[in-house]
């Protein structure tokens, strides 16, 4: 049985696409051009309660994106001016008069109805009698143009497109013809290892701002796996999907569209991914791990007591079964998602564990502490394997004698498996082998380092300092500095790096999350 589909269907799911990521100004243009509608809204039956309870501020911007019939269009704007000269907006009323396209229209093709509305518009008081003759009212205008608007509207699931091109992708791994949990490239239609060829640069322009809310601000952010989506964990708890090129919340996720948001009780300090992108975990100050399906917005797995105090990183295992957790009660953690118990617990640090990670072959995990150490675990036994204490060398210090500080991060270096890199509270970052012996430091210019992370290609070492200054190091040329950028004007909280485009985000206590680019 062959399938057809029909061009304007095609048409039409890019017109939804459009609307759903606010392109308004191309949505028109492609209608015009193809004279097909749309004709959808995210929820018909709150868009025609605006029209009977008379909320006309959203209902003309609603209707800017739809292709309506020209009378119904005129009746809706001729409603709109009786109830300005109702409520004796009479300013506002004239200026629609004069500038409303549709009732332009009107004045051209049915003069004896345009001037009706101008006779009304000159009295001194308001007549509903003049404005409503018969057996009308403004309850049974306004009911009678919701009918007409619910004959025009269609109601489609949201994201259409992407459905599909989703399904379709799917069908294809289940074929055999796309590796499973690979990256895709839509455009040249060739699995993603393409994308990742293209040569990694360090950032040069702030690209787009997101601004969080009056006292709340990011503690947590992380780029899904395939590039999709950012994701944000925040001060108040809430946990939100962003379309970043945008800076804009994805709408197209029902449960955001809806507000109704994934969220915890207390801040969520930490984020991660499940390498096919699909899940998502977050942890809480609280000791509270969720993992949830990105999709729906649907809690998958609860762990409940996963730690006895706030929840520092988190990382899932490369077959997504595992997933593993850095906390302030001093302990490093894996949980097995498939059983929802607590697996392994490793104790030694004796003081808040900042962030854990497994090494490249998961057989060993490495963890930062702000008691000044960091310790090389054995994954299997949980033994310590190797304690090391990264201390400021005197010339770095400026002549001061060698000083230890507490340790924020370990950040293993893709294409190197035996080399991991560590951002302590020092104006240096230095990185290690796992026999414990130091390679090689890079300074910042002025202050000490406060987050970092490193390129998926391993190619740049990036280092916010105190100042709000990024430190961009060009691991492919001996660790040179090689460019810097001033990223914040407060405390820089994190920094999480695209995984094959040559973006970053950095997140700031200013309540802002800044996007660069190259």
Same mark, same amino acid.
């Given at each position: 049985?062959?399938?057809?589909?029909?061009? %304007?269907?095609?048409?039409?799911?890019?017109?939804?696409?459009?609307?759903?990521?606010?392109?308004?100004?191309?949505?028109?243009?492609?209608?015009?051009?193809?004279?097909?509608?749309?004709? =959808?809204?995210?929820?018909?039956?709150?868009?025609?309660?605006?029209?009977?309870?008379?909320?006309?501020?959203?209902?003309?911007?609603?209707?800017? =994106?739809?292709?309506?019939?020209?009378?119904?269009?005129?009746?809706?704007?001729?409603?709109?001016?009786?109830?300005?000269?109702?409520?004796?907006?009479?300013?506002?009323?004239?200026?629609?008069?004069?500038?409303?396209?549709?009732?332009?229209?009107?004045?051209?093709?049915?003069?004896?109805?345009?001037?009706?509305?101008?006779?009304?518009?000159?009295?001194?008081?308001?007549?509903?009698?003049?404005?409503?003759?018969?057996?009308?009212?403004?309850?049974?205008?306004?009911?009678?143009?919701?009918?007409?608007?619910?004959?025009?509207?269609?109601?489609?699931?949201?994201?259409?497109?992407?459905?599909?091109?989703?399904?379709?992708?799917?069908?294809?791994?289940?074929?055999?013809?796309?590796?499973?949990?690979?990256?895709?490239?839509?455009?040249?239609?060739? @699995?993603?290892?393409?994308?990742?060829?293209?040569?990694?640069?360090?950032?040069?322009?702030?690209?787009?701002?997101?601004?969080?809310?009056?006292?709340?601000?990011?503690?947590?952010? @992380?780029?899904?796996?395939? %590039?999709?989506?950012?994701?944000?964990?925040?001060?108040? %708890?809430?946990?939100?999907?962003?379309?970043?090129?945008?800076?804009?919340?994805?709408?197209?996720?029902?449960?955001?569209?809806?507000?109704?948001?994934?969220?915890?009780?207390?801040?969520?300090?930490?984020?991660?991914?499940?390498?096919?992108?699909?899940?998502?975990?977050?942890?809480?100050?609280?000791?509270?791990?969720?993992?949830?399906?990105?999709?729906?917005?649907?809690?998958?797995?609860?762990?409940?007591?996963?730690?006895?105090?706030?929840? =520092?990183?988190?990382?899932? @295992?490369?077959?997504?079964?595992?997933?593993?957790?850095?906390?302030?009660?001093?302990?490093?953690?894996?949980?097995?998602?498939?059983?929802?118990? =607590?697996?392994?617990?490793?104790?030694?640090?004796?003081?808040?564990?900042?962030?854990?990670?497994?090494?490249?072959?998961?057989?060993?995990?490495?963890?930062?502490?702000?008691?000044?150490?960091?310790?090389?675990?054995?994954?299997?036994?949980?033994?310590?394997?190797?304690?090391?204490?990264?201390?400021?060398?005197?010339?770095?210090?400026?002549?001061?004698?060698?000083?230890?500080?507490?340790?924020?991060?370990?950040?293993?270096?893709?294409?190197?498996?035996?080399?991991?890199?560590?951002?302590?509270?020092?104006?240096?970052?230095?990185?290690?082998?796992?026999?414990?012996?130091?390679?090689?430091?890079?300074?910042?210019?002025?202050?000490?380092?406060?987050?970092?992370?490193?390129?998926?290609?391993?190619?740049?070492?990036?280092?916010?300092?105190?100042?709000?200054?990024?430190?961009?190091?060009?691991?492919?040329?001996? %660790?040179?500095?090689?460019?810097?950028?001033?990223?914040?004007?407060?405390?820089?909280?994190?920094?999480?790096?695209?995984?094959?485009?040559?973006?970053?985000?950095?997140?700031?206590?200013?309540?802002?999350?800044?996007?660069?680019?190259?």
């Amino acid at each position: 049985m062959s399938l057809e589909i029909e061009a %304007g269907d095609v048409v039409r799911l890019i017109l939804q696409f459009l609307k759903e990521n606010n392109l308004y100004n191309t949505l028109r243009a492609l209608q015009d051009e193809t004279e097909l509608s749309l004709n =959808t809204v995210e929820n018909r039956d709150l868009f025609l309660q605006e029209v009977q309870h008379g909320n006309w501020d959203a209902v003309l911007t609603t209707l800017s =994106t739809l292709k309506l019939p020209v009378e119904l269009v005129g009746e809706l704007y001729e409603q709109v001016v009786l109830e300005l000269c109702e409520l004796r907006e009479l300013d506002a009323a004239r200026a629609m008069m004069r500038a409303a396209p549709p009732l332009g229209r009107l004045k051209q093709q049915h003069p004896e109805r345009f001037l009706r509305l101008e006779r009304i518009l000159s009295r001194s008081s308001f007549n509903a009698s003049e404005a409503y003759p018969g057996n009308s009212s403004k309850d049974k205008r306004r009911a009678a143009l919701a009918q007409a608007l619910q004959q025009e509207i269609v109601v489609v699931p949201p994201s259409r497109l992407m459905a599909l091109i989703t399904q379709a992708l799917k069908w294809q791994q289940n074929q055999g013809l796309l590796p499973p949990g690979a990256r895709y490239d839509l455009f040249r239609g060739a @699995a993603a290892q393409a994308l990742v060829a293209e040569k990694e640069q360090h950032p040069t322009q702030l690209d787009k701002t997101i601004k969080f809310g009056k006292a709340s601000y990011a503690e947590a952010a @992380a780029f899904a796996p395939n %590039g999709q989506i950012l994701v944000s964990g925040s001060s108040d %708890g809430f946990v939100e999907v962003w379309n970043f090129m945008s800076a804009k919340l994805k709408k197209d996720l029902k449960y955001q569209a809806d507000e109704e948001f994934m969220m915890h009780d207390q801040a969520v300090l930490a984020l991660a991914f499940s390498p096919d992108s699909e899940h998502l975990a977050s942890g809480s100050q609280d000791g509270k791990i969720k993992v949830w399906k990105v999709s729906s917005g649907k809690v998958v797995r609860r762990f409940e007591s996963a730690h006895a105090q706030g929840v =520092t990183s988190l990382q899932f @295992a490369r077959d997504g079964s595992l997933i593993l957790s850095a906390s302030m009660d001093q302990s490093v953690r894996i949980h097995g998602l498939k059983s929802g118990k =607590t697996l392994k617990i490793f104790r030694g640090h004796t003081s808040y564990v900042n962030e854990a990670a497994f090494a490249a072959d998961e057989s060993k995990l490495i963890s930062a502490s702000s008691d000044g150490t960091v310790k090389v675990w054995d994954a299997k036994t949980t033994d310590v394997l190797l304690s090391l204490t990264p201390s400021v060398s005197p010339l770095a210090a400026a002549g001061a004698a060698a000083k230890e500080s507490s340790v924020q991060q370990v950040l293993p270096v893709p294409h190197q498996p035996d080399n991991f890199v560590v951002c302590s509270r020092s104006p240096q970052l230095f990185l290690y082998n796992f026999q414990g012996q130091l390679l090689k430091t890079f300074a910042s210019d002025k202050g000490d380092f406060t987050c970092a992370c490193v390129s998926p290609k391993g190619d740049w070492l990036y280092g916010v300092a105190e100042d709000g200054v990024l430190h961009c190091f060009n691991l492919a040329n001996d %660790g040179l500095l090689e460019h810097r950028l001033k990223v914040h004007e407060r405390d820089v909280l994190g920094i999480c790096h695209h995984p094959h485009q040559s973006r970053l985000a950095t997140y700031s206590s200013d309540g802002t999350l800044n996007l660069w680019k190259a």
